[in-house]
């Protein structure tokens, strides 16, 4: 391709919609433009390493035994409303209505359509393991869309969907992708780590999430160096605090004393009171489908809410207001506490079992309660895990320290069981011809995501440094004359030509733009390798070989092209 | 590929849905599978050929120069307020609502999408010419979803836009649309023919749609078997009707007759009144924009909507109803005519022009008058084109008679003009540094659609003949005994495993069916080449091979991949 024949408008300038670095390069190298909040137009360089992206997952996915196919956008409601996400997902869904105003539904995943796709089409084990997937437009109502691909209001996913006939089965499948979303990332140049997460609105056994660490990143992972544990926070586990929870249960009987005006843990903490956090209860109330609970944690944890909806089994709760609050037991925020409570349900955290010596709020505006002991003085209905580990503690796999990273979450794989196969009946028949609903898992990379992270983990103050597997034009030719009868055009021409011929995706810088322009715009962009030509070096036979992350190398003008491929074919 | 491990759900029955035979086969060869009225689900033989026919437009079109984008299916309104289609176009868009209840369009096509970029993106004249595509999902809310692919509310199409400095330029880029589309239908291997069209609700200046003749096409076309003239019947002209109109001048002065109970022009052409129907005129009033019109046309001819929305400038019109021609004519239907007529506008059709001896109604219910000379008794505001071409009427280029073909439309191409760079701000700055709007063409090709009327032009009563371009696999390899440890197994894989090596598309069909299963099953699903291995004819060193609309062959074993690539070749 020819600088001047394609469409690359870099900017000097960062668009002032533009926080996070890849954003800024997205839009700076010119690989794409905002329409709208959460609405992306890709520009030819931007597409093509989509492509690339699309190229590596899609083999990967056939490798894997996997059978493309594609989805409709639109679905209808009813098969939402069947498997119960028309209700549990409805915040993202876009509700579309056409003209006899029947109501359709724009995916973020498609579950339900390939799942009564199988019911219909599928009848028995012999049909079975299969696993379908796609690579299409999804589309998810963001409260803020925002980070400019990364959460965005239509976007390119590869979702994929398998079909088993037991667990073991369903296992495999399960491991083929986690195998295939590995070897991915890593043909795409993205440092991942694949973690345990919650399974959230998708539902299901068990799931990994593939985080790309970056600091931008919106999540936060847990991880031991050892590579034997890593986890999302939102299910991450220790071996416990660092300091432990006391535990004497010999004290003296709770008393109340006066607080006047410490609301809060830390207050309690300072001169008069100095109660050490990890002394404090910390007490919360929740409204659980429409009913108050109490939730205890140590004063020095904080809560956890995946772990909350996991334990509780639903997703519908939220923080009691000040006023539900006082209606229930008679104090604000800042002076509650459980102990005596007897018409609520209290759910405490396992770090707080036994615990002896504590402090918690009185129910009792400006007061609390000391020398609690758990097991004396508050009923507590049920022990759950309902903290969030903090760096430092220990790894359950090894008892070395968790270390905590921001990451992008490129990937996502469950083990989804046969919530979606019996509400929409994929049955098969068995061997002795008994039906049997299907062992699901589901499978989803973020694509315009993962292109973005990509950008994210790998560029530096000039601009992008594009893996060459993805990159949208592995060398760039860059003569420093253009004038078309001079010798430095048609030695461009000539390497052009020979690249091209020899299969190496090529683009030449024709402009007729000083060379700063022009090594500006190749940096910015982000090229794997730059090759300049020059009057000064043609004199003496030499052409300028720069990769993108490494040092100029002179070479002689005739061994370019073999120079450029070994280069090419060593980092690929 | 293993046929036991893809998908290919054949079907021996028609599902009910299905009309005619290119959505039969659609079904049948299990290429696809419907999710709900006008929504389908690609399955992964459907997906092949889809992906085989975007690699063919994808390679002519950056052959002529396009640049491959992608825009976004949601759609700001703005834009669409700003182009004055979001009213022209209402009744085909989807009407999205987001949490905060901000209406979004799903777009049908993206010339205000890419008209805004090129506004923010291009300034000068250097810049230009640029020539965009895309191949999106596009979405169109049909009043009734039929016919499979054809008309679906979801469907793949190539869009492309270009922006031009000057007419010449944009005639060239329409030009290059026009040979590439050419090119990219012949080598789907889909018979068109371009032919003359309206430009509808996308305006512009001239357009071409490429036509796919067949039986079950919605569209009608006209075209000189010399090859010099084609067009659409909404836009089709000729040197005017067969039977001249009477323009005898001399005639007695106008005279009104009963005619009770004949209400229609077939009615007067009867005894006792024996007036044929060239020598009537048909009167119908219009409401056009709220207010009322006469339209006249020759007793023979059919009013074409297509040439009055034309000839008026609008497409906000419809008949008025009989009420509402009472009330401004004082008669009503079958009794209808201009004659001395003056309070409303009265548009003739150009072959009534000089009409004398006509018959036409009396505006007075169950009398007609005869005797009638146009330009002594009715008056005339407007002289238009408004009646469609008939079978047998003269080419205008040729003076041969014409013919009429019903076609599918696969693409269409527009010279625009400066409709939306004009509305949309798609300025440049000119040589002399003068702000100039861009002049646009608009190009789309039903990719989704050409892919069913591949099918519709290419089947027997087996099913489907691909032609090998786009067809899901090129050779089908069916060994006739499946058993791992016979001889008949051993040549199939090892014929499988030598066309894999040499880049042939083969698909190995191991499934442990009865040869009658397997043989039927591939010709409905037409790969372009079958070969058979049995026992019998090994016996002979001999396999057979059967292209699906040719003969079958006898070829020796070892010869057997040497001339299936020969054939591959000369096919192609």
Redesign the interface.
């Known amino acids: 391709m020819r600088w001047t024949?394609?469409?690359i408008?870099t900017l000097k300038e960062t668009p002032a919609e533009a926080e996070i670095t890849s954003h800024k390069l997205l839009l700076r190298a010119g690989l794409a433009?905002r329409?709208?909040g959460g609405?992306?137009?890709?520009?030819?360089l931007g597409?093509r390493v989509?492509h690339k992206i699309e190229a590596i997952i899609r083999e990967e996915m056939n490798r894997a035994?996997a059978?493309?196919?594609?989805?409709?956008?639109?679905?209808?409601p009813e098969i939402w409303q069947k498997s119960g996400r028309y209700t549990d997902m409805n915040?993202v869904l876009?509700?579309?209505?056409?003209?006899a105003k029947k109501e359709?539904l724009?995916g973020p995943t498609h579950e339900e359509?390939i799942t009564?796709?199988v019911a219909?089409?599928i009848n028995s084990y012999r049909q079975l393991p299969?696993n379908?997937y796609q690579i299409?437009?999804k589309?998810r109502?963001e409260?803020r869309p925002r980070f400019g691909l990364m959460r965005a209001?239509?976007f390119i996913m590869k979702d994929a969907y398998s079909f088993d006939v037991d667990e073991r089965g369903a296992d495999i499948s399960y491991q083929k992708m986690y195998d295939a979303y590995t070897r991915i990332f890593a043909r795409c140049g993205l440092r991942t780590m694949a973690v345990e997460a919650h399974t959230g609105a998708i539902g299901g056994r068990f799931s990994h999430e593939f985080m790309a660490p970056a600091e931008s990143g919106e999540n936060e992972i847990v991880y031991c160096a050892s590579g034997k544990y890593a986890a999302n926070i939102e299910k991450a586990v220790s071996r416990g605090p660092l300091v432990p929870t006391p535990k004497d249960s010999t004290g003296p009987a709770p008393e109340k004393f006066a607080t006047p005006g410490a609301l809060t843990i830390e207050a309690l903490t300072q001169p008069p009171y100095n109660v050490p956090a990890h002394y404090q209860i910390k007490t919360l109330v929740y409204i659980v489908e429409s009913k108050p609970v109490i939730l205890l944690i140590r004063g020095d944890d904080q809560l956890n809410e995946a772990k909350l909806a996991s334990a509780l089994g639903t997703m519908t709760f939220r923080p009691a207001t000040p006023e539900e609050i006082y209606a229930v037991v008679g104090a604000h925020p800042g002076s509650l506490g459980a102990v005596g409570v007897t018409g609520l349900p209290v759910y405490a955290d396992e770090s707080l079992r036994g615990a002896a010596g504590m402090t918690t709020g009185a129910n009792e505006d400006g007061y609390h309660i000391r020398h609690v002991e758990i097991a004396r003085d508050i009923k507590v209905h049920q022990w759950l895990d309902l903290r969030t580990v903090k760096e430092g503690e220990l790894c359950v796999a090894t008892g070395a320290p968790l270390q905590t990273a921001r990451a992008i979450e490129v990937g996502h794989i469950f083990k989804l069981g046969t919530k979606y196969s019996t509400k929409l009946g994929a049955l098969f028949l068995d061997e002795h011809g008994k039906p049997q609903p299907a062992i699901m898992g589901c499978y989803g990379i973020g694509v315009t995501r993962t292109l973005q992270a990509i950008i994210e983990q790998s560029n530096d103050k000039d601009g992008i440094i594009w893996p060459i597997s993805v990159a949208p034009y592995t060398v760039c030719i860059t003569p420093l004359e253009t004038t078309q009868s001079g010798q430095v055009m048609a030695v461009a021409e000539q390497i052009y030509a020979q690249l091209i011929e020899r299969g190496v995706d090529a683009i030449l810088d024709d402009r007729d733009e000083r060379a700063g322009v022009k090594f500006k715009d190749s940096e910015l962009v982000g090229f794997p390798i730059r090759v300049a030509i020059g009057g000064k070096s043609l004199a003496n036979d030499m052409v300028e070989i720069k990769p993108r992350a490494g040092k100029l190398i002179l070479v002689k003008k005739a061994e370019a092209v073999n120079r450029l491929i070994e280069l090419i074919q060593r980092c690929a």
């Open positions: 024949r394609t469409f408008p433009r329409l709208a609405l992306y137009t890709f520009l030819p597409l989509l035994g059978l493309e196919v594609a989805m409709p956008c639109l679905q209808p915040e876009y509700h579309v209505y056409d003209r359709w724009l359509n009564v796709l219909s089409e299969k379908f299409t437009v589309f109502d409260i209001r239509e």
